[in-house]
């Protein structure tokens, strides 16, 4: 008892417990305060006595429900009254040896916090895409004006490399802009629907697209899908996520080494696996204090890349309840083990 005792008092929240027939046997001081009442006053009397409202609510009969065995209550409720003005509790209400348990927490503060960042984010969505939204209509601006400027042969030969390396910056702020329309669209899109596909299907419709650069650098894809041949999933998701690791194995490897990415499927009582390994540079995973899936993040700044890749494959698994794992070594290729979920 005094182990019970000394959790009653320690906690925040209004914990009450009751008999079973919902007299009050004991209740910490966080629970006198809420209902205003002294220790001597609150003992021994009936719930309805200590919540003259709890009928009209409809409680009173849900906690009647869970001392004959049913599941435990939960709630959140909003109260208006003179005396605690408007405030919303979290109400939790479980079965005990002695009969009834009512947890009682003030969340008004947190949901005031919730709506706030709600807002805050709504409006720094907004903010990114007016951003992005007006810097296309300059930019398209300046690259006609580029364009007039080089056909018109108005560079003198002497300013011909400062004139390629302002083409090569707006060319950079057009990527950037492309790219945060990429994010954006992500972000804003609802789940498309899934169906049921054939992950050799998704491989091929991809090398399709990369069949150059897969020519060029004489890249080897093994591809194992006898484990989990389909899946049911988005076509477009699945298709996004193949392209941009395939893209990123190319990108990456190493030099003087042929290229090989090795693609195998799973099927765990938890669901559906797709891995994707290759032999290419590698990453020192310890050395970075960001998240490699951050938007931006790029691990390997010698080779040309935006950072993005990665940022968009992590959302697209997230948003379907999956999620990622890496294993990788410098020199020594990466693993992504991939969860997509059930089908």
């Given at each position: 008892m005094t182990i019970l005792k000394d959790f009653l008092e320690n906690s925040p929240d209004s914990i009450a417990i009751y008999d079973k027939n919902l007299n009050l046997l004991e209740i910490n001081d966080s629970g006198l305060q809420l209902l205003k009442v002294t220790y001597k006053?609150?003992?021994?009397?009936?719930?309805?006595?200590?919540?003259?409202g709890i009928e009209r609510t409809g409680r009173l009969l849900k906690y009647k429900a869970v001392i004959g065995g049913g599941d435990t209550f939960m709630s959140e409720d909003v109260t208006q009254s003179k005396e605690l003005g408007k405030k919303q509790f979290s109400v939790r209400a479980f079965l005990t040896s002695e009969g009834l348990a009512v947890v009682t927490r003030d969340i008004t503060e947190l949901k005031k916090t919730e709506q706030q960042?709600?807002?805050?984010?709504?409006?720094?969505?907004?903010?990114?895409?007016?951003?992005?939204?007006?810097?296309k209509a300059p930019l398209t601006n300046l690259q006609s004006l580029i364009k007039l400027i080089s056909e018109s042969d108005g560079i003198k030969?002497?300013?011909?490399?400062?004139?390629?390396?302002?083409?090569?910056?707006?060319?950079?702020?057009?990527?950037?802009?492309?790219?945060?329309?990429?994010?954006?669209?992500?972000?804003?899109s609802h789940l498309p629907n899934s169906e049921y596909i054939k992950f050799r299907d998704v491989l091929n419709t991809v090398k399709d697209s990369l069949v150059t650069q897969i020519k060029e650098a004489k890249v080897k894809i093994r591809a194992d899908?006898?484990?989990?041949?389909?899946?049911?999933?988005?076509?477009?998701?699945?298709?996004?996520?193949?392209?941009?690791?395939?893209?990123?194995?190319?990108?990456?490897?190493?030099?003087?080494?042929?290229?090989?990415?090795?693609?195998?499927?799973?099927?765990?009582?938890?669901?559906?696996?797709?891995?994707?390994?290759?032999?290419?540079?590698?990453?020192?995973?310890?050395?970075?204090?960001?998240?490699?899936?951050?938007?931006?993040?790029?691990?390997?700044?010698?080779?040309?890349?935006?950072?993005?890749?990665?940022?968009?494959?992590?959302?697209?698994?997230?948003?379907?309840?999956?999620?990622?794992?890496?294993?990788?070594?410098?020199?020594?290729?990466?693993?992504?083990?991939?969860?997509?979920?059930?089908?």
């Open positions: 006053q609150a003992i021994g009397r009936n719930i309805k006595t200590l919540s003259p960042l709600l807002k805050t984010n709504q409006r720094l969505e907004e903010l990114a895409y007016i951003a992005v939204h007006d810097m030969k002497e300013c011909k490399g400062l004139f390629d390396k302002v083409i090569t910056c707006i060319g950079s702020m057009d990527s950037t802009v492309q790219t945060l329309n990429t994010v954006i669209a992500i972000q804003e899908f006898s484990k989990a041949s389909d899946i049911y999933y988005p076509h477009l998701y699945l298709q996004s996520i193949l392209q941009n690791l395939i893209t990123n194995s190319i990108k990456y490897r190493q030099p003087n080494k042929v290229p090989l990415i090795e693609i195998k499927t799973l099927e765990k009582d938890d669901g559906y696996y797709l891995i994707i390994k290759d032999n290419g540079l590698g990453m020192d995973l310890d050395s970075s204090t960001d998240n490699i899936f951050r938007l931006f993040k790029r691990m390997h700044t010698h080779i040309e890349g935006s950072g993005v890749g990665l940022y968009i494959v992590n959302s697209l698994v997230e948003s379907h309840g999956g999620n990622i794992e890496v294993i990788s070594e410098i020199n020594k290729g990466t693993t992504f083990k991939i969860y997509l979920g059930y089908e």
